[in-house]
């Protein structure tokens, strides 16, 4: 059994303009390095799974909430979420893994997709002309 393949289920908080947040969210996660397989089991609960060796819950939704999504906050959920997050740091440390790499690159996969006046259309020899 692998031990760094985890199964979680996020659930999404109702009052949203999006009726069908899971499957927007498996849209968003989509291309993202470690994630596994993302299942919609309803419009409000998100099935996933991750190598923690390379993405956490934390960084997931962090991106999830990042992007507009407001995930379902009661104090069970808050509480399988603090646990979650000790034990899987408690992983990457026993493995010995960064866990900021990672979560950098699912911020500029995001950064890179959004349209916006940060990018420099010249072609790069007559950037250094005004």
């Known amino acids: 059994m692998n031990t760094r393949i985890k199964h979680r289920e ?3 908080d109702a ?3 999006d009726a069908n947040q899971a499957q927007s969210v498996i849209l968003l996660l989509a291309d993202v390095t470690g994630i596994e397989k993302t299942v919609a089991k309803t ?3 998100l099935l996933i799974s991750y190598d923690v ?3 956490t819950l934390d960084e997931i939704l962090t991106e999830i909430e990042h ?3 407001h995930l379902y906050n009661s104090l069970l ?3 399988k979420q603090a646990l979650y997050s000790y034990t899987e740091q408690t992983q990457q440390a026993n493995l010995g893994i960064s866990q900021t790499s990672s979560t950098r690159n ?3 996969k995001q950064y890179q997709r959004r349209p916006h006046g940060c990018r420099d ?4 020899h007559w950037r250094n002309y005004l």
């Open 53 to 55: 060796s390379q993405i």
């Open 10 to 12: 996020i659930q999404f």
């Open 106 to 108: 699912m911020f500029m």
């Open 77 to 79: 959920a808050k509480l």
């Open 43 to 45: 419009p409000l609960r």
């Open 67 to 69: 992007n507009g999504f």
């Open 15 to 17: 009052m949203h303009p």
């Open 121 to 124: 259309q010249r072609p790069h």
